[in-house]
């Protein structure tokens, strides 16, 4: 532990950083925010590079990277703003609190406009898209407020329960090359023999033995040290991955003529497989506002002094590319969906590399699912117990009661995860499936429609109003004194107000302009993604592939 704070000290400036328990949250939700990316999206990067190529693939993975970056960072800081003062009356007033009741349970103290506090409790993200919808833009899109809660809840639920997925065809795939491995040449009739070659769809159920305990753990504190650990494990696996790849492993698999020739640039019709693979490797939307929730001083999470967010994107963005790229020049066509099954089946250190990798993975297991049962557990829960937003320190407490009903709720998903990995156990389309439907519009099409909406009056903009010198909260001149001396103010304030005008016009116009792109990128990385990814998953004909197969050009 003292380790990765003094790194996490060493990478900020020490005025800010003194192995505080402010530093310590801070590197805890890196460590989560990381782990909860880098996992089996992070391990297909190679394969996602055979659908584009080193060129685009490259610029494609900045490009994402600072996409996902920007509309995570516009989410946090709408749940931030709407916690605020200035719209958290707003929020206590349209649930019918009662003012005077509200000003007793804090004793007496009332709620200071002017102060930049975070008033209400956190939200989650189905909530802040709520919010957004509602209060934005004074009120324009309102009607779609609770569409799109459920929209972002259902979307939310699917793609990290296929994240969950994702994780148990990663462990029965690593685990079924380990298997065959050590048992081939069994003499008939021993056990050895009976488990090798035994088919894929029979490994999701002994994972499921190893799943369940990880799963049930549900406090997000208790699984700290796992991710930390699971952290180290894919940073010592990453390196030896890296080890491989840049040697040249006794001239094994050399890439053939053309693959060479398709080094580059890839066919523009797997585009879109790459873009799915990629973004799931890249987002952490669903575990966003769950690391900003659990931090003591949520702002530094897109603010001052750590930017915890955009130290932790950085780090995704160059594991990523670095994998990515360098795999691909390696492996070629034949990347698989999870890297390390490219690893050689011979090699004592490529087996220890595999098995760290499950362990890592097992260890993130846990945390990717309490996205979905926290949302599944608040549906059942708003059957017959509405869901209050109350006041930091109130005497109002949020009871949570976590009876067997919950821990029963948490263990079919669980069983779920496997059935489906059962059922389809072929990781890379499962992976690129994933990113390009889910990933696509929880972590592009959402916020973009989110920063949309609540900017698009231009009086919901708050560094605008900021700056109109001499203005009221309407944005109308105020006069100052008389005579020329006031004239000649009053003709300032109003330069002043113009230009101010003209810049926010040009934000406005970049913002919606940039947002619109997004939306197009997206919905071409869906639209493909979920073809070319289906079209594989239901050819009866594709399975697990052999590490020496050769890929079949779109």
């Known amino acids: 532990m003292q380790l990765y704070i003094t790194v996490f000290c060493f990478r900020f400036p020490a005025t800010h950083c003194t192995r505080s328990p402010t530093a310590y949250r801070n590197l805890s939700a890196m460590m989560h925010m990381i782990k909860s990316t880098i996992g089996g999206g992070f391990l297909a990067m190679p394969e996602a590079f055979s659908n584009a190529g080193l060129l685009v693939g490259s610029i494609g993975t900045l490009i994402l990277g600072i996409s996902v970056l920007n509309m995570m960072s516009f989410i946090v800081r709408a749940s931030q703003i709407l916690r605020s003062p200035r719209y958290a009356i707003m929020i206590l007033t349209d649930q019918n609190i009662d ?31 709520e919010l957004v919808f509602k209060y934005g833009s004074r009120g324009r899109f309102a009607s779609w407020a609770k569409l799109a809660n459920k929209f972002t809840t259902i979307s939310l639920i699917a793609t990290y329960y296929g994240v969950n997925i994702i994780y148990v065809c990663v462990v029965a795939s690593t685990t079924k090359q380990l298997v065959d491995l050590y048992t081939t ?12 070659d035994l088919n894929i769809r029979w490994y999701p159920l002994v994972v499921a033995l190893l799943v369940i305990p990880m ?32 040697t040249d492993d006794g001239g094994r698999d050399p890439l053939r003529p053309e693959e060479r020739s398709k080094l580059v640039v890839w066919p523009m019709t797997r585009w879109s497989l790459f873009a799915g693979s990629a973004l799931c490797s890249m987002e952490g939307v669903g575990m966003l506002m769950h690391i900003e929730n659990s931090m003591k001083k949520p702002r530094q999470l897109v603010g001052p002094p750590s930017y915890t967010l955009h130290w932790s994107m950085l780090i995704i963005v160059i594991l990523n ?39 890592g993975i097992l260890m993130t297991y846990g945390l990717q699912l309490t996205v979905t049962a926290d949302l599944v557990w608040q549906w059942l829960k708003r059957k017959t117990e509405p869901k209050m937003i109350i006041r930091i320190g109130s005497k109002t407490k949020k009871t949570e009661n976590m009876n067997l009903d919950y821990y029963i ?13 059962t059922v389809v156990p072929d990781v890379g389309p499962m992976i690129s499936l994933v990113g390009a439907v889910g990933f696509s519009v929880l972590g592009i099409i959402i916020p973009a429609a989110m920063e949309t909406a609540w900017y698009w009056d231009p009086k919901t903009e708050n560094d605008f109003e900021n700056n109109l010198q001499g203005t009221n909260c309407d944005g109308e001149t105020v ?6 001396a006031s004239a000649a103010v009053l003709m300032s304030k109003v330069a002043k107000t113009n230009k101010a005008k003209r810049r926010m016009a040009i934000r406005r116009t970049i913002r919606h302009v940039k947002n619109s792109i997004y939306v197009v990128l997206a919905l071409f990385a869906l639209t493909g993604g979920a073809y070319y990814n289906l ?20």
């Open 185 to 196: 040449g069994a003499e008939v009739g021993t056990w050895s023999y009976t488990f090798h």
């Open 409 to 421: 709720m948490r263990f079919i998903l669980i069983i779920g995860t496997v059935i489906v990995a």
């Open 321 to 359: 590319g670095f994998l990515g790229f360098f795999g691909y020049v390696r492996y070629g066509e034949r990347c698989l969906g999870s890297v390390p099954l490219n690893l050689p089946s011979d090699n004592r250190l490529s087996e220890a590399v595999k098995i760290v990798v499950t362990l």
């Open 479 to 484: 006069e100052d004194g008389n005579g020329l």
């Open 215 to 246: 799963g049930m753990i549900r406090l997000i504190k208790l699984l700290v040290p796992f991710s930390m650990i699971a952290n180290g494990l894919i940073t010592v696996s990453a390196a030896v991955l890296f080890y491989f790849i840049f």
């Open 535 to 554: 079209k594989e998953i239901f050819t009866p004909s594709h399975g697990m592939p052999a590490p020496d197969s050769s890929r079949v050009e779109a």
């Open 99 to 129: 003012n005077d009741v509200a000003e007793d349970d804090h004793n007496k103290k009332p709620i200071d406009i002017k102060s930049n506090e975070l008033v209400l409790e956190p939200f989650d993200f189905p909530q802040t898209v």
